[in-house]
């Protein structure tokens, strides 16, 4: 596709369940990037991958949460045992490395019930 | 540690007049800023940027202006439309992470007609 894509779109999931997040990033994009914006709330910088590789995984809020990136394309964001707190629009992004733009795909709202 | 302010949440201005939008930063390592506007239930999409190397930069209706000494960047739109009514996020980049981006809580601007 010609843009960032997210799935699901929403996601309602019980209080402990793991949930996955799925994102195809731009073709040819080889920088993906996971953020978080809670109700109320600025985006929150969760994890950067450059190709396969997460060189930064500082904002990644606890360790329930980790994701992976394969054939520099694909990447899911896992959160396992899912927390009320968890809720929010997960965004991906993706760039080419030395562009200055990232492209937003329109995000998975999450709800923990 | 918010590298990335917009201490305004929202802005409310009259169709035709100018909106003002303004942002502070503390990392002098910041390379690029960026501006996203971002409506309900979208994600994010970019709307101009800066060089750290300039004070100014135009895009139609859209100027970005740049402060190094005061770290403070300002975005104007003149006139207003009511269509510009989202929320506008600064963001500014690491070069040392790639594009990764410091985003700021974003600023709700409304525009009345």
């Known amino acids: 596709g010609a843009g960032v894509s997210q799935s699901p779109s929403n996601k309602v999931t019980e209080k402990g369940k793991d949930v996955e997040l799925r994102c195809d990033p731009i073709?040819?994009?080889?920088?993906l990037y996971w953020y978080r914006q809670r109700l109320g709330q600025g985006l929150e910088f969760l994890i950067y991958?450059?190709?396969?590789?997460?060189?930064?995984k500082s904002g990644l809020p606890s360790d329930r949460f980790s994701a992976e990136r394969t054939g520099e394309s694909v990447s899911t964001l896992t959160i396992q045992r899912t927390q009320q707190e968890d809720s929010a629009v997960y965004l991906c992004?993706?760039?080419?490395?030395?562009?200055?733009?990232?492209?937003f795909g329109q995000g998975t709202r999450l709800t923990v019930v | 540690d918010q590298q990335v302010k917009q201490n305004s949440p929202s802005l409310s201005v009259q169709e035709g007049r100018i909106s003002i939008l303004n942002c502070d930063y503390t990392?002098?390592?910041?390379?690029?800023f960026l501006w996203y506007k971002k409506y309900p239930a979208e994600g994010p999409t970019f709307l101009i940027s800066?060089?750290?190397?300039?004070d100014k930069n135009e895009d139609g209706r859209f100027t970005v202006f740049l402060n190094k000494s005061a770290k403070h960047l300002s975005l104007h739109i003149v006139p207003s439309q009511p269509g510009d009514s989202a929320v506008y996020f600064c963001?500014?980049?690491?070069?040392?992470?790639?594009?990764?981006?410091?985003f700021g809580a974003g600023t709700i601007l409304r525009v009345k007609s």
């Open positions: 992004a993706s760039s080419l490395v030395l562009d200055t733009e990232a492209f």
């Open positions: 073709s040819g994009h080889t920088a």
């Open positions: 991958f450059q190709g396969n590789s997460a060189p930064d």
């Open positions: 990392n002098s390592m910041f390379d690029y």
């Open positions: 800066i060089s750290s190397i300039k």
């Open positions: 963001a500014a980049r690491i070069p040392e992470y790639g594009n990764k981006l410091v």
